[in-house]
């Protein structure tokens, strides 16, 4: 992954090369007066706001990178240099995004997409294990459903819709893992990416049961229950955002485990 901040070159999957598909809203090149500041700056090659392109390349790698359409798991097992990338890189835009600066980038499928991970992903690298991780969530959660609502999942590479769909997985409310989880199936195979869902399905199965993720309540304040407890000291996924072992707001030892009782979603244990 390398940070670049040149204006991106596009390709047509990007919504923003060649003759402007305007089916996907597609800006023409200059139609955005706007300033630089607030994203608007449109790239020399096309509709995609500068901004916008900067962050996909530096996601996704640039157009001509022969991995630029494969899973990668840096993405979700981030290093302190790939954190300290994306927050020297990206940190004003996610802030731009969450004062609503950017809200323009809806406009188009790249951009749209560009916007949500702004709102879902880079928190997550740039605050993580900290309240400011999970706080933009709800934004994110409601542009990709307005963008799932024009068809732009349909209109990005197949490697790339998980993004719009992680939202949903990120959400603590029932109704909407179960979407996020008939999405994330419908993907088409993608080079690195495995295609049974089990991430996305052990998120809804926590949610189901306790309708929140435990391994959050520590870094949010949130009083664990015995059972969270339980569960925490069994399942080692903390999902990118690792807390402490043992909740600080709960006082009380977690209960022994008893033969039998102490596989909490065997299938998903690390170790």
């Known amino acids: 992954m390398r940070l670049s901040l040149d204006p991106p070159r596009c390709l047509p999957e990007d919504g923003c090369a060649g003759t402007p598909d305007t089916a996907l809203g597609v800006r023409r090149a200059g139609a955005d007066a706007q300033?630089?500041?607030?994203?608007?700056?449109?790239?020399?090659?096309g509709g995609l706001p500068e901004r916008a392109g900067a962050w996909l390349e530096f996601w996704f790698g640039p157009p001509d990178h022969p991995e630029r359409h494969h899973h990668k798991q840096i993405w979700f097992r981030g290093t302190p240099e790939f954190d300290a990338a994306v927050r020297s890189g990206f940190a004003a835009d996610h802030d731009a995004a969450v004062a609503g600066a950017l809200a323009h980038w809806e406009e188009a499928a790249a951009s749209a997409l560009a916007l949500v991970m702004l709102l879902d992903q880079a928190p997550?690298?740039?605050?993580?294990?900290?309240?400011?991780?999970?706080?933009?969530?709800?934004?994110?959660?409601?542009?990709?459903?307005?963008?799932?609502?024009?068809?732009?999942?349909?209109?990005?590479?197949?490697?790339?819709?998980?993004?719009?769909?992680?939202?949903?997985?990120?959400?603590?409310?029932?109704?909407?893992?179960?979407?996020?989880?008939?999405?994330?199936?419908?993907?088409?195979?993608?080079?690195?990416?495995?295609?049974?869902?089990?991430?996305?399905?052990?998120h809804l199965e926590i949610v189901e049961r306790f309708g929140r993720f435990p391994h959050r309540n520590a870094i949010l304040g949130r009083v664990s229950t015995a059972e969270e407890l339980a569960f925490l000291a069994e399942c080692e996924h903390r999902f990118g955002q690792p807390t402490p072992e043992r909740d600080p707001t709960h006082r009380d030892s977690p209960p022994d485990h008893h033969p039998g009782e102490s596989s909490v979603f065997p299938s998903y244990r690390t170790g």
């Open 35 to 45: 300033s630089r500041a607030t994203g608007a700056a449109v790239s020399g090659s």
């Open 124 to 202: 997550r690298n740039v605050f993580r294990s900290t309240p400011r991780a999970f706080a933009s969530d709800h934004l994110a959660l409601a542009a990709t459903n307005r963008a799932l609502a024009r068809g732009f999942d349909q209109a990005v590479p197949a490697a790339w819709r998980l993004f719009f769909y992680l939202p949903f997985e990120h959400s603590e409310v029932l109704a909407d893992q179960r979407r996020g989880l008939e999405l994330m199936l419908a993907i088409p195979p993608v080079p690195g990416r495995p295609s049974d869902g089990k991430m996305t399905r052990l």
